[in-house]
């Protein structure tokens, strides 16, 4: 079985089909890109072919690079075994764009065309990028673009260096820097492709370009005498600006934590400096010194390698499909009306229920809010907002829940409230409903005594906003089975999302490990540390908020309801009190936040935030010597981290994959790491413990270093090597 198939018709024209065997979607492997070469190479050869035509038997074009297969390059050959394969597909790739002309004279060779029926993205454009025209199918749900920035890498096959010699370094920012993805009509606008066409004509189009083109029509801009780059190089006046502003960007928003953008700008601009072939070379050095670097690595493995394992059920219990076919939630506020809309959206029925007729209409208007600004955005059609509406009842009458193989609640977080709703959800649904909360708070396994089935009673934690947020927490209680489970992943799965399943405690996981890291900075502030430096040391280690601005997103009245609820629970054992006096105090000024234009942060009428608030220096006195910025970082890096070590020794993470995932995709713990159990064996045990046993003789009991710790650092041990994920995909 090949990856690609070979046709050629009457007319000459071979069409080379990809079609990954075994997959809903083509991923490039090394063995597939053999086989894509000796089949240019067949055409180029074959004298009765006159062109090629490129495209795929999937509705996609492709997904992009197998990841699994670089990291098996580079455990491999190390850094030689990755440029070497490198420069293997630029030469293939080259040989696409050259497609057998004489390259002094340009002349001769045959016209490649790439017809794209969908998504197309990383080597799935780098592809097309190289071939002399790229045609498209009018998909609007098709995404074009070189997303690989997003998991700690760049276009490595030659995309970053022909977009930019395409479009220019400015215009071509947006693509490689934030891997930003467009429809394929977008992508047409901005010039990333060159042609779209409805999907019946996708063929006809590209077999028709290939028999009239042209021999100028196969010269790539950078291949012809006098090209000059689109919007000039760097020492061209305006190149400079360009260049200048963008190394400033960059900077700027990545605070310099990550390797891959500094990487990416340093390829394009030495690849700006000199001829094509060369460019390509700077850019497989750049992407090689990427690939080497450990915080790529930990990003591939978190945000690709293990995120695809936990979405494929990688600790889902072996018990039948579970698949939901009819939904009910309870609470149509906040959270239940989005999740009310990623089930309906998933195509699932769904019954929306508040204890007021016009509560629960106003859950089901978020779904129509939702879908009328995908429809200003033509990601979504009137039918499609129809027909997603169409699957949301939204009632009163818990009779409506009848058939419900999945309830989940989302009431007010009050112990009492959520067992009389979980004894009214009993009476009306079968004997196999699943019942789940999505509580923040209340231990799952003392709501589960309100259930007549505690081995069908589960947590499924959302995030807020529920739409936009990518990981799902999913908490066995001490009684919840393993059907739960398997019910709570396969509704992840249906609905997208990225699960991680933890055992039941005090707050979980998600949040366990997020309020100390609030709690931390705003301890800062009470000992006299300037605000602006507990913020800025937050996101200069790659923090996408710092404490104070993340309180105030949370609010500080949730902040005090749970300060409340935590020191009743922990009586005199409760460790924050120097942080309550300042939280209650923001609060007894009405100051709670975002949602009242006033917190930590001063805002504008319009709710734009404007700074620290500088009543802040007036109650809490900036002390005359600062703390050093590292001190500053390791606070509040470690208030994270030493969590998640004692959530893994506690038993409440099962999975160290699951704790990395959770933390980037949960709170954006600094994503650069890989996660905080990657940060740790970035640095190594027996440094983290230094790290500790220093911030505990100076700032308390806090910091003490964890007992795995310890014995990782005395036995030399990481957590990747000592807690190796010990099931597969299933
Ligand atoms: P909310 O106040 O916006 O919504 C609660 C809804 O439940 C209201 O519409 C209310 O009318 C309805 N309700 C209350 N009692 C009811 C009953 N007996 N029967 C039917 N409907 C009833 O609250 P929210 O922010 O959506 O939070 C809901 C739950 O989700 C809480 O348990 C909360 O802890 C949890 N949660 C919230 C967040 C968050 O960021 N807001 C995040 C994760 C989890």
């Known amino acids: 079985m090949t990856d690609f198939k070979y046709a050629v018709d009457a007319d000459g024209v071979a069409t080379l089909t990809w079609d990954t065997a075994g997959k809903s979607m083509n991923v490039m492997s090394q063995e597939a890109f053999l086989t894509l070469e000796g089949m240019v190479d067949r055409a180029l050869a074959d004298a009765g072919v006159k062109g090629i035509i490129i495209t795929s038997a999937k509705k996609d074009f492709a997904g992009g690079m197998d990841l699994n297969v670089i990291a098996a390059m580079r455990d491999a050959g190390g ?18 764009e050259r497609a057998g002309m004489d390259p002094k004279t340009l002349k001769g060779g045959k016209p490649i065309v790439a017809a794209l029926p969908g998504t197309a993205l990383g080597i799935g454009l780098e592809i097309p990028l190289a071939c002399h025209r790229i045609i498209a199918a009018d998909n609007p749900r098709a995404k074009i673009g070189l997303p690989e920035i997003m998991v700690g890498i760049f276009p490595g096959a030659g995309g ?11 215009m071509a920012a947006p693509f490689l820097l934030e891997g930003k993805l467009s429809d394929p009509k977008a992508a047409k606008a901005a010039g990333l492709i060159d042609e779209v066409v409805a999907p019946e004509d996708l063929l006809a189009r590209a077999k028709e370009w290939v028999l009239a083109a042209a021999s100028a029509d196969l010269v790539k801009p950078w291949d012809a005498k006098g090209y000059k780059m689109p919007g000039g190089a760097p020492y061209h006046p305006a190149g400079f600006l360009t260049f200048v502003g963008a190394s400033a960007m960059v900077h700027g928003k990545t605070m310099g934590v990550y390797p891959a953008a500094k990487a990416l700008l340093s390829a394009v601009y030495e690849g700006a400096l000199v ?14 010194s990427v690939l080497m670097n450990p915080s790529s690595s930990a990003m591939i493995r978190s945000l690709f390698i293990n995120k695809e394992a936990l979405e494929k059920g990688a600790v889902r219990p072996a018990v039948p499909d579970q698949s939901v076919q009819k939904l009910g939630v309870i609470g149509a506020g906040m959270m239940g009306a989005g999740i009310a809309y990623v089930a309906a959206n998933a195509g699932i029925e769904v019954v929306l229920i508040d204890a007021q007729q016009d509560a629960a209409d106003r859950g089901k208007s978020y779904s129509a809010g939702i879908l009328d600004k995908g429809i200003s955005r033509r990601k979504v059609t009137e039918d499609q907002k129809a027909e997603v509406l169409a699957r949301i009842t ?30 009214k959800v009993e009476a009306v649904v079968g004997p196999d409903c699943i019942f789940a909360t999505n509580t923040s708070t209340l231990p799952i396994s003392d709501l589960a005594k309100a259930s007549q089935r505690a081995a069908q009673f589960i947590g499924i934690h959302f995030f807020s906003p529920v739409d936009k947020m990518l990981l799902v927490e999913i908490i066995r209680g001490r009684e919840t089975g393993d059907r739960a489970v398997a019910k709570a992943l396969d509704f992840v799965r249906q609905i997208r999302k990225t699960p991680i399943v933890v055992n039941d405690a005090r707050f979980f996981y998600a949040n366990r490990c997020i309020i100390p890291y609030i709690n931390e900075g705003i301890r800062m502030v009470a000992e006299g540390v300037e605000p602006v430096l507990v913020e800025n040391a937050a996101k200069l280690v790659g923090m996408p908020l710092g404490p104070l601005q993340l309180v105030d997103e949370t609010s500080i009245d949730l902040g005090v309801k749970i300060a409340k609820a935590t020191r009743l629970a922990m009586g005199d054992a409760y460790p924050d009190g120097a942080v309550d006096v300042v939280l209650f105090a923001m609060s007894d000024q009405g100051r709670l936040g975002k949602k009242a234009n006033a917190g930590f942060y001063a805002y504008d009428e319009k709710g734009k935030r404007l700074g620290l608030w500088d009543g802040l220096e007036a109650a809490y006195p900036v002390a005359d010597v600062q703390p050093e910025l590292g001190d500053v970082q390791h606070r509040l890096l470690m208030a994270q ?19 990395d995932v959770g933390a980037i995709l949960g709170w954006g ?16 045990a027996a440094r983290a413990v230094a790290i500790c046993d220093d911030l505990t ?19 030399g041990d990481g957590f990747y090597t000592r807690f190796a994920p010990h099931r597969k995909a299933a």
């Open 394 to 423: 939204a009632t009163t009458d818990y009779a409506a829940l009848a058939g419900c193989d999945l309830v989940v609640e989302a009431v007010f977080e009050d112990m009492k409230v959520k067992a009389d709703v979980t004894a």
């Open 641 to 659: 981290v030493l969590e998640a070590v004692r959530a893994l020794e506690d038993g409440v993470l099962m999975d160290i994959r699951e704790g």
């Open 669 to 684: 713990f600094a994503p650069w790491s890989g996660g905080p159990l990657s940060w740790l064996d970035m640095i190594g």
């Open 275 to 288: 001829p094509f072939d060369v460019a390509l070379k700077i850019e497989a050095r750049w992407f090689t």
């Open 79 to 96: 850094a030689q075994g990755i440029f070497d394969g490198v420069m293997g597909m630029h030469a293939i790739l080259r040989k696409i």
């Open 160 to 170: 970053t260096t022909r977009l930019v010699r395409k479009m220019g370094a400015m």
């Open 697 to 715: 003789a100076r700032f308390g009991e806090r910091f003490k270093t964890p007992a795995l710790l310890r014995d990782m650092a005395a036995k």
